[in-house]
């Protein structure tokens, strides 16, 4: 019976996957493993450079969404029934622990971020860090941090008179949005549960 692959030939690109995925039979497996102990430089580094293909490959590999944080994420668009006036007296409003207006940061944090305005409210379960900074007349930029469960679940909406934009918080809370008109803003958190409403928050720097 001739041995595969023959002594004379080198392991072919198909069978070292195969050899590597673990799904070649048992018999061509033992001869590959042969042919590579012969020894053979040459494919064993060809084994070698596809291994290492394959696992990059696999960590570009997005893990499965656990089943409860799907099933969370769904219903976060799936439609919601309009609140009755007794429900929507249920939302959350969020508390203020700090600002900068009016407990100004000292000197090292000051030159660190410069004339931005930096707040951060208590939610039920978590807090919001707020940054605004004036990026020209007229216009803000609103960055921050969201610390609450299933962060990623959460958007945060932003409503200055007729106009609103939205982001949603990142992997690990984060979020930012540009070019908002200054102004007078509502805030509001929007996810699985409640939403949260955040006191009005002024978008300009004082003149």
Known sequence: MKSW????????????LDYLDGTLEPSRRHEVEAHLGAPCPACRERVRELGALIHHMRLDRVPPVPAALHARALAVFAGREHLAPARAALRQVARLLFD?????????????????????????????????????????????????????????????????????????GSFALERIPAGEARIRIEGPGDPIQIPPVTLSIPL
Request: charged share 25%; with cysteine.
């Open 5 to 16: 692959p023959p002594a004379d030939r080198h392991v072919e690109p198909r069978a070292a």
């Open 100 to 172: 900068s207006w009016a407990t100004p940061l000292p000197a090292a944090a000051r030159r660190a971020v410069g004339e931005a305005r930096l707040l951060r409210f208590e939610l039920a379960g978590g807090t919001l860090e707020l940054e605004c900074e004036t990026e020209s007349a007229g216009l803000s930029t609103l960055r921050g941090r969201l610390t609450i469960e299933d962060a990623p679940l959460h958007r945060v909406v932003v409503t200055l008179g007729a106009e609103t934009r939205a982001a949603w918080a990142d992997a690990d």
